[in-house]
Every structure is written in structure tokens, then in C-alpha cells.
């Protein structure tokens, strides 16, 4: 799904989230090698689940993510050069 098109993303107990869009896109949808097929206009919602990760590792810079998603084009790129870097290993 692309990001832009999430409409929420939320925490879910203690280690999942949950997700909700307007566009889906299906890879190998019902396991054919077929052309992606899209679903747009037509709410969904995905449950995910971590492993390896918290939660608040990964919540705070996807909501960031999303809120910059959804600004005006020309206000992105500025808005992801500037951004902290969630993560001490990248640059």
C-alpha cells in the first residue's frame, strides 16, 4: 500500500499496530503470476505484529513519515532532509 494513501496507524497492545488505507496493491494475488492488481477507494484494515522490535521504535518515526506524506508536494523533500534520523546508525 502506498504510505500517502494510509488513513491510520495506531498502536495495537504491546508489540502490534494496526493499519488502515485506501489503496492496495496485490503482489501474486491468489498466488498467479499476474500484472499487480489495485484495490482503490475501498477501506482496509492490517493487523502487524513485532518480533524483533518495540512498538515506540517504530511508531514514532512512521507517524512522522505519515504526517510528512501528506503535506504538499514541494513541502516533502525539504521536510525528509530535515528530519532527525530515528536511528544512530544512519546518516
Request: net charge positive; glycine share 4%; proline share 9%.
Amino acid at each position: 500500500f502506498p504510505f500517502a494513501k494510509v488513513v491510520s496507524l495506531a498502536g495495537s497492545g504491546s508489540a502490534s499496530f494496526l493499519l488502515t488505507t485506501t489503496c492496495l496493491v496485490k503482489m501474486k494475488a491468489n498466488l498467479e503470476e499476474t500484472p499487480y492488481l489495485v484495490d482503490k477507494g475501498k477501506e482496509s484494515r492490517w493487523q502487524f505484529s513485532l518480533a524483533y522490535a518495540q512498538l515506540s521504535s517504530l511508531l514514532a518515526p512512521a507517524q512522522q513519515l505519515l504526517d510528512i506524506s501528506r503535506r504538499p508536494k514541494q513541502q516533502r523533500t525539504p521536510a525528509l532532509e530535515t528530519r532527525p534520523c530515528p536511528y544512530a546508525c544512519l546518516p
